[in-house]
Structures are given as C-alpha cells and as structure tokens.
C-alpha cells in the first residue's frame, strides 16, 4: 500500500452533523481497503479565492495507507458529492 494526502473542502452553509456525516462517509471509504495514519477536521477558514459562490468552507485533512481501488473509490464519490466543493489526493512522499 502506498501512502496518500487528501485533502477537501465542505460546503459553510450546511449543519455541523452533516459535516460530521460527510467526514464519516470518506473515513469509511478510506477505511474499507486502506488504513487512516492522521485525520484533520481544520474547521472552517476563509478560502484565497471563490469557488462555486462560496468564500470560506470546512478544510478536512487526512492521510492514509491505500490500494489504487481506494483512490479511485474516494474519487468518484468526492466528484459526485454535493458537500465537497474541492479536494485534492496527492502521494505522500514523506
């Protein structure tokens, strides 16, 4: 398993246990064929720029052993999510 950064943005217009779902639908997906080494809910801060109307969202932080099924997985459910606003998954070389 190689290691992975994701990182991704929430939506601020949606309730506290929403964001406590979303995190805990990505955590599962990570978790069902990786394994979680940190997990980071930053809160919620000012972005550099708009995205999507939005000028400040929930920063959620992790990093994780994983298979390429895993990344291809959490992929394609943060594309179709309504909740995410950005994300990205880098390799974690360090």
Sequence with gaps: MRKYEVMYI??????????????EKFQGIISNGGEITKHDVM???RL????????????????????PEVINELERL???SDEVIRYLITNDVA
């Design 43 to 45: 809160g919620k801060r």
């Design 10 to 23: 929430i939506r601020p217009d949606i309730e506290q246990d929403v964001v406590q779902a979303t995190v």
């Design 48 to 67: 550099a720029y708009e995205i999507k109307k939005f000028n400040d969202g929930t920063f959620v932080l992790v990093n994780f052993n994983g298979t």
């Design 78 to 80: 943060m594309k179709i």
